[in-house]
């Protein structure tokens, strides 16, 4: 089992910065994918970033790419969700995900994120 807790969501200006972080429990981060989703309110919720724990994989949502930036502390077991130049459209609830295989099968509480002035 891979516990995965969020943190770092709030509210901020557009054009604003936020980095979410995400905990994975503790021997788990170095066998898994782990990665970002979001969903905002009666829209599906969409992939946004994801990596291995040696970076030899990452990946992130076309559209985001130069402003999103996915990153990790082995050391800490947390993976970071750099967020730059927000919008308005980037409001959503975040989730932090982990997968061993194929499926994306750990999930966790999410955190909120609002663009807004």
């Known amino acids: 089992q891979v516990q995965l807790v969020e943190s770092g969501g709030g509210l901020v200006q557009p054009g604003g910065s936020l980095r979410l972080s995400c905990l994975v429990s503790r021997g788990a981060f170095r066998t898994i994918y782990t990665g970002w989703f979001r969903q905002a309110p009666g829209k599906e919720r969409e992939f946004v970033a994801a990596?291995?724990?040696?970076?030899?994989?990452?990946s992130i949502r076309d559209h985001l790419q130069g402003r999103f930036t996915i990153s990790s502390d082995n050391a800490k077991d947390t993976v970071y969700l750099q967020m730059t130049g927000l919008k308005p459209e980037d409001s959503a609830t975040y989730y932090c995900?982990?997968?061993?295989?194929?499926?994306?099968?750990?999930w966790g509480q999410g955190t909120q994120v609002t663009v807004s002035s």
């Open positions: 995900a982990a997968r061993r295989n194929t499926v994306w099968e750990y």
């Open positions: 990596k291995n724990w040696n970076g030899q994989y990452e």
